[in-house]
């Protein structure tokens, strides 16, 4: 949770980082017509995952749409920055743009964590549904982040659902009694892997391949594209399917930047992200169970209800914790969330 002095250091570094950027992008886009507007865009993933491919695809779209004003470099790997960096950074505006999971941007706005509460949608659609940016529920969440934060939400996609791999079998909460699985640090992932009845590390994802080569951790939980493509089989021999969260994964970009953008400029983005949105989502979705395969492939044991993981045992405790951590907080949000048709 950000205190209230911690929050004013972040809004006057957010004055002070973003004011260069806002003058030098301002004067790019009062000349766009002869002018090159040149934006960052920094993420964690590898660029070949479908989630780093996607800030390709949006480079390539907004290029089309807006007849090459704008131009967006990709740095994936981060090169810009941790999680937590990433956030800031697009806060202060010395990152124009950046996704992150809703939980990681909790860490500047606490309501966006309900996003990613476990156990919370009904199925896919209805996540989609919600983090639509036109949802009663993203627009609230969106106004509270440009408020509180000086960044907005972009578009969202689906990131995957998330699963437990380590490197032992695992069918019962009881089988993870004092193994360290590494959580993104924020309240809602450490929750969720406390619940599932591991004992939860906060460890940053460019740590996280030598945290379970070394043992510091012995597990992670992650959507299976991210085990196939950073090839977590080589440490990981075995990966339970919790299901534990649906997420969708939320690309931010800085507000005093996207308030410089004229109404066509802007309209050309809002078009590229649209287009990226459905694009990486129906991917990521049409990719799951062939990269489930793949993982079999590579040696991996998955372990799912047919060979005895107790889904409901997990889903009890995850839940147990959600409500006694975080109802007070968030009881009018899973309201709405539940009414999204």
Known sequence: MVTDTKFRHIKFRHIVATFAAAVSCN?????????????????????????????????????????????????????LGK????????????????????????????????????????????????????????????????????????????????????????KTPADLAGVKIRAIPSPVYLTAVEGLGAAPVPVDWSEVPTALATGIVQGQENPVNVALVHKLYDVQSHMMLTGHISAAEIVVINE??????????????????????????????DSEAGDLEQLKEAGMTIIGPDDGLDVAAFRAGVEKLVHERFDEKYATYFEEIAAVK
Do not use: C
């Open 83 to 170: 999680i937590q960096e990433l956030a800031e950074g697009v806060s202060m505006g010395s990152i124009a743009l950046s996704h992150n999971t809703a939980g990681a941007i909790s860490s500047l706005y606490e309501d966006f964590g309900v996003l990613d509460i476990p156990y919370l949608y009904r199925d896919y659609d209805h996540l989609m549904n919600v983090v639509d940016i036109h949802s009663p529920v993203m627009e609230k969440l969106n106004q509270g982040l440009i408020d509180n934060t000086g960044m907005r939400v972009l578009y969202a996609f689906y990131f995957g659902t998330r699963q437990l791999t380590t490197d032992r079998a695992i």
């Open 27 to 79: 004067a790019m886009v009062l000349g766009a017509q002869a002018q090159e507007i040149e934006l960052n865009y920094g993420h964690m993933n590898s660029p070949t995952s479908i989630v780093g491919l996607q800030a390709d695809w949006l480079a390539e779209e907004v290029a089309k749409n807006t007849d090459g004003k704008v131009k967006i470099d990709v740095y994936p790997s981060s090169q």
């Open 256 to 285: 005093e930047i996207w308030q410089g953008f004229p109404d066509d400029v802007k309209a050309g983005i809002e078009k590229a992200a649209e287009t990226v949105r459905h694009k990486a989502s129906k991917m990521i979705l």
